[in-house]
Nanobody, 117 residues
């Protein structure tokens, strides 16, 4: 049974940094693409960043490009999201999702990120 578990959320002041982690279990991690999504209260869920199974291809939302970095360590079954230059508008619940083809099938429970001005 595939599971993904996020960690690393918290509160930070604007301009600060925060790393998130997503640990995968239950299948061969190297076969899965992974993405980070976020959702703020009253807003739609937004794709923040994605990474291909081997890590060779990454993509970012325009709102975070240049500030966030997604990476993965397949030996540790872990995907990371390094967030820098955080802004109050980055405040949201961040979710990790994994999938092989089509829509991401497996989702974590989410971790809260709060950025104060």
């Amino acid at each position: 049974q595939v599971q993904v578990v996020e960690s690393g959320g918290g509160s930070v002041q604007a301009g600060g940094s925060l790393p998130l982690s997503c640990v995968f279990s239950g299948d061969t991690f190297g076969g899965y693409g992974v993405a980070w999504f976020r959702q703020a209260p009253g807003k739609e869920r937004e794709l923040v960043a994605s990474i291909s199974p081997t890590g060779g291809i990454t993509d970012y939302a325009d709102s975070v490009r240049g500030r966030f970095t997604i990476s993965r360590d397949n030996a540790k079954n872990t995907v990371y999201l390094q967030m820098t230059s955080l802004r109050p508008e980055d405040t949201a619940t961040y979710y990790c999702a994994a999938g092989t083809t089509g829509p991401y099938r497996y989702w974590g429970q989410g971790t809260q990120v709060t950025v104060s001005s």
